[in-house]
C-alpha cells in the first residue's frame, strides 16, 4: 500500500507516437502496447499453481518443486508472516538470499501477506545492510544462513527503535536432495560445502522449516495493482542507495512483455543464474516464469561447468544472463561435452557483447544473442532487441507501449538520428518515484508533450530505424561486470576506514570484468608509511559487496579540488584513463 508520505511519482501513462521510426521493424507477431490484468502478481502464481499443478516449477540441483508446492508453502509464510511476525498490509519486508526455491517462495509469500518485498544484494555486508534495515522501516527480514551474522550484526548497531523485531532464516541445503545429487546435477565441491554449511543461529532467530510447519492460513489477499509490491534499492551520483516504488502494475508490465518477447510459453525452460535480488533476474528468472508456467532451473552462483552441464540435462530453451558469463561459458575447456542445442532465446544486457564472441555464437550455435536496456527505475527492460532482428552492441528499439527520445540534456530538446543525447523514457513499467525523497523524484523526471519522461543519466543515440545505442554516461557510476557500482557510495564506507583521511573512486579497466574499482586515497598523517594499499583493500573487502570494493589502490598526497573545494574526480579519471589506454 503506497503511503501519501512517500511523495509517489503519479502520471498517466499515454500510447507511444505511432510515427516512432523502430515501428517499421517491430515484430508483426506482436502487439504494441500491452492489456495488463487488473489483478496482483500473487494471482500469477494462484492461476498457474491452478493451470499447472503437478508442473515442475524449480529444478535445483535435481530436486523438482511444483507450482502447487511453491504456492502452498508461499502461503503458510505468509500465514507465518501475518500470524506470527505482525506483518500487515504494505509493510516492507527483507530478503536477503542467493537464488534458491527458498527466495521464490518468499517473494510470494510476502505478497500474499500483501506486504513489501525489499530484495537485498546478498553480497552486501553488515555495514551496507543498516541502511536496508532502517530507510525502509523494515521489522521483518528473510535471508540464508550464511548471512544471518551480517543481518544481525548490522541490526545491533542500530538505535533499537529502527531494528528488525523478527528473523527468518533458511538454509540452501533445506531445498536439496537430502541424501546427496545425482552427479549430473551436484554443485562443484565448494559450492556444495557453503550450500551445506550450518552456522549458529543469531538469538531469536526462527527456522524457515520451523515457520513452514506451522502451517498458518494467511488472511484474505486484498493487494490492488496499484499498491506497491517491491521495493528494489538504486545508488546514484549521491548519498545512500534509494528505494525505487514499483507497484504490481508496473512490475506486471514486463513480467508479461519478457515473456512474450522471448517467445516464452508453458513448456519453456529457462536458467536462472542471474541473481534474483536485481531488477533483471526478478522479472525473467521469477516473475516471468511464473505468468507462463515455465520451468526454472535455478543456480545459486555462476559456474560455468554448472551451467553447461544443467543446460545439457534439461534442455534449457531460455537463458538471459550478462555476456561474461556466456565468455565464460565459451571457454570451457568442456564446450564440446555441453549440448546447447535446446537454447531458443538468448538475451542479456549490462554491458556490451564483445562482437566476436557474438559471431561465434551464431556461426557455430546458431544463436543470435538479443540485448537489452533498462534500469531499476524501468523494472528492467524499456529496450530491446527483436529476437527476429537483433543489433550487435545495440539497446534495441522501445518495447511495448514505451516512448523514448534521445534529447539535449540542457534544453531537452530532442535531436534528430545520429546524434548524441540523454535517453529519456516514458512507459507503463516506470517506477513511481523514490522512496520517501521527494526531492530525488522530482529531480528524475522531466514534461514533454504532456508526458512524464525518467531521465534516464545515460548518454545514447538513434539510428535512422529507431534502434538505440548507449555512448556514455551523464552519471558517474562504475559498470563491472554488468554490476552497477556508484563512487560516492564506495568513497562514503571509505570514509568509515580509521586511516582515511580522503578518498576518491574512479574507474579502471579491467580485461575480464570491463571496468574495475579503483580508489585514490589520502591518508591520515599518522597512518603514512605504516598502512599499505592491500591493507586498504583487505578492509574495504571485509566491509563491501564484492563487486564494489576496490580491486587497486593508489596513495595520493593530496586530492585536486576546485575553487569551491569539490574534489575534482573526473582529472583523476582522465589521467587514469590516459595511463591504461592502449598506445
Known sequence: MVAATQSVHQETVLPAP?????????????????????????FNLEVT?????AKDAIIFFGRRFSFSQVRREAEALAGWLQREAGVQRGDRVLLYMQNCPQYMIAFYGILRADAVVVPVNPMNRAEEFKHYISDPEAKVAICSADL???????????????RLRHLLVTRYAEAMQPNGEDPADAPPPAMAEWLRADPPLPAGAVRWLDAIACGHPPGPHTAQPDDLAVLPYTSGTTGLPKGCLHTHRTVMHNTIGGGLWGHACADSVTLGVVPMFHITGMQYCLHSPIWGGATMVLMPRWDRELAGRLISRYKVTHWTCIPTMIIDLLGSPNMDKFDLSSLAYLSGGGAAMPQAVAERLHQQYGLLFAEGYGLTETAAPSHANPPERPKLQCLGIPIFGVDS???????????????IGEILIHGPQVFKGYWRNPEATKAAFVEIDGKSFFRSGDLGRMDEEGYFFITDRLKRMINASGFKVWPAEVEA??????????ACIISTRDAYRGESVK?????????????????????????????KYPRVVEFADALPKSGSGKVMWRQLQDRENERVSPT
Not at 405 to 419: A, C, F, M, Q, S
Open 18 to 42: 505511432a510515427d516512432r521510426p523502430h515501428h517499421k521493424f517491430w515484430p508483426k507477431r506482436l502487439p504494441r502496447t500491452l492489456t495488463l490484468p487488473e489483478t496482483s502478481l500473487w
Open 49 to 53: 499453481s491452478t493451470r499447472y499443478p
Open 148 to 162: 544471518a551474522a551480517h543481518a544481525a550484526a548490522a541490526n545491533a548497531e542500530l538505535p533499537e527503535p529502527q
Open 405 to 419: 527520445r534521445i534529447v539535449d540534456p540542457v534544453t531537452l530538446h530532442e535531436l534528430p538520428p545520429g546524434e
Open 493 to 502: 564506507l571509505l570514509y568509515k576506514h580509521p586511516d582515511v583521511q580522503e
Open 519 to 547: 580508489a585514490i586515497v589520502v591518508l591520515k598523517e599518522a597512518a603514512r608509511g605504516r598502512v599499505t594499499e592491500e591493507q586498504i583493500i583487505e578492509w574495504a573487502r571485509q566491509h563491501m559487496a564484492a563487486y
